[in-house]
């Protein structure tokens, strides 16, 4: 299961990692979101322990979605070092998460 990322931890969990980090910003009334968020769970177990994966609801956490301009989603950011290097908007494949981190790792 991928971790839940909120306002209140996302700057130790994200921007504080010493991993890449995948947060998928979603919500529960979003169709394309209930896509993805298997395929997110799964990059979680496949990477655990080598990347931080998580989900961000964009309803209950407004802050970070904000700052990054997260305007559709779901749009998913990868971090390293706090910063953001790939950003995915709406539904992909798998192996485009995989691809971003294996291309950090």
Same mark, same amino acid.
């Given at each position: 299961m991928a971790l839940e990322i909120t306002d209140a931890n996302f700057e130790e969990t994200v921007l504080k990692s010493d991993k890449p980090v995948v947060v998928d910003?979603? &919500?529960?009334?979003?169709? @394309?979101?209930?896509?993805? +968020?298997?395929i997110i769970d799964e990059v979680s177990k496949d990477y655990d322990g080598k990347a931080v994966v998580g989900k961000l609801d964009v309803d209950a956490n407004q802050e970070f979605a904000a700052k990054y301009g997260v305007? /559709? #989603? @779901?749009?998913?950011? #990868?971090?390293? /070092? +706090?910063e953001v290097v790939g950003r995915q908007? +709406?539904? &992909?494949p798998k192996d485009a998460y995989t691809d971003a981190i294996d291309a950090l790792l």
């Open positions: 910003f979603w &919500a529960a009334w979003c169709g @394309p979101c209930r896509m993805v +968020g298997p305007r /559709n #989603i @779901p749009t998913v950011l #990868i971090f390293q /070092n +706090g908007v +709406g539904v &992909a």
